[in-house]
């Protein structure tokens, strides 16, 4: 592909690391094959793109823009309430933008700042392509896809939210440092963490953030580890730790390991034996592209409930046990202890998921962007 000298790219979204993580990748995947290639991100203010990209080595600039509050305390109610002045304040930012930097394209990964973005690309007649991650579209994104050049996707099946002539299956790009481990990574990993070989190990990750439901079953599971053979590496997130800590408090000794962020994934992958994760869409990805056995515990607190469709189109596959996040409580660690002392399963569950990996997405969707 021959390639020009002034491609000026913006990358729009963030939110969660499950939107920043495939946009950084994007982006080297498109300084690699264009080493002269400009690059912008534009995100949301206060949100963790704005201290992510830039550690990546990415400028950036925010939008004004907030998400819907789903619950009904009087702070989620005033938030709401300043949405629309939120989003118009959002879109004049990134028509100012837009006009300011000229980009040759754009890219849209999801999150908040995804649709001011690309709406106003799309005023300025700059073409741009939808990055959607999840098996169900969300409403963003159905709207953007109208004048979107292409529709990158990770699921079969799309024809129903997108024109299916813009669809491209490409799969969500993910760090590229994650792969299937061989024994050698394994060992890697279980002495980064400092874990025991003899042990099985089950990693529980909930984002960034953490998740609630699950750093409860974790706590709820304690004074019980005493007499199992296993070992658990626990990333909790950033309200989870504190928490955790105490927890873990109360029980010298016990194997149990919580983490607010882990940096080396591809090696908490590989120390794993089992995983219980939320569905977030690069997540999954990442799963996929590791070969994990999994437990999947969709989040309930997301637009047009997209993590269980996410879980059921790898359980539907034989990739992956689901447990809804409302019966997680009740049984999920039981199924963990189940399922991680049942070598056939594990074995069959890491096969499968592996075959749904894309692991050159980022590769390919940089071809399309600098084809534009």
Not at 216 to 245: D, S, T
């Amino acid at each position: 592909m021959k390639t020009r000298k002034n491609h000026r790219i913006i990358i729009s979204g963030g939110g969660t690391g499950g939107h920043i993580f495939p946009a950084v990748s994007i982006a080297n995947a498109i300084r690699m094959k264009d080493p002269g290639a400009e690059i912008l991100f534009v995100g949301a203010l206060g949100r963790m793109e704005m201290e992510k990209v830039p550690a990546a080595g990415y400028p950036i600039k925010g939008l004004p823009i907030a998400g819907l509050h789903r619950e009904f305390t009087p702070r989620a109610v005033a938030a709401n309430l300043l949405l629309p002045v939120r989003l118009i304040q959002s879109i004049l930012a990134a028509i100012r933008i837009i006009r300011e930097y000229r980009p040759s394209a754009a890219v849209g990964v999801g999150g908040y700042a995804s649709g001011p973005l690309l709406w106003a690309a799309g005023q300025k007649r700059i073409p741009y392509i939808l990055q959607e991650q999840n098996s169900f579209a969300g409403k963003t994104n159905k709207i953007l896809a109208k004048r979107a050049v292409r529709i990158c996707v990770a699921y079969s099946g799309m024809e129903q939210f997108f024109p299916a002539p813009k669809i491209v299956l490409t799969g969500n790009p993910i760090r590229k440092d994650i792969r299937p481990a061989d024994l050698k990574m394994q060992k890697e990993g279980l002495g980064h963490f400092q874990l025991d070989p003899e042990k099985k190990t089950i990693l529980v990750i909930g984002g960034s953030l953490g998740a609630g439901t699950l750093n409860r079953c974790v706590r709820e599971f304690l004074p019980r580890m005493e007499a199992q053979n296993i070992q658990i590496l626990w990333q909790c997130g950033k309200n989870g730790i504190a928490g955790a800590k105490d927890a873990t408090g109360q029980f010298p000794g016990i194997p149990v390991y919580p983490m607010e962020f882990i940096h080396r994934m591809d090696l908490a992958y590989a120390a794993a034996d089992l995983v219980i994760s939320r569905a977030g869409a690069g997540s999954i990805s990442e799963l996929c592209t590791a070969g994990k056995a999994c437990i999947f515990v969709p989040s309930p607190n997301v637009a047009e409930d997209h993590q269980t469709h996410n879980a059921l189109a790898l359980v539907r596959e034989g990739a992956g046990h689901m447990v809804p996040d409302r019966e997680a409580p009740a049984v999920l660690m039981d199924k963990a202890l189940e399922l991680i002392s049942n070598d056939r399963e594990l074995k069959r569950l890491s096969e499968n998921i592996l075959k749904l990996s894309r692991p050159a997405a980022a590769e390919q969707i940089a071809e399309m962007v600098l084809e534009l």
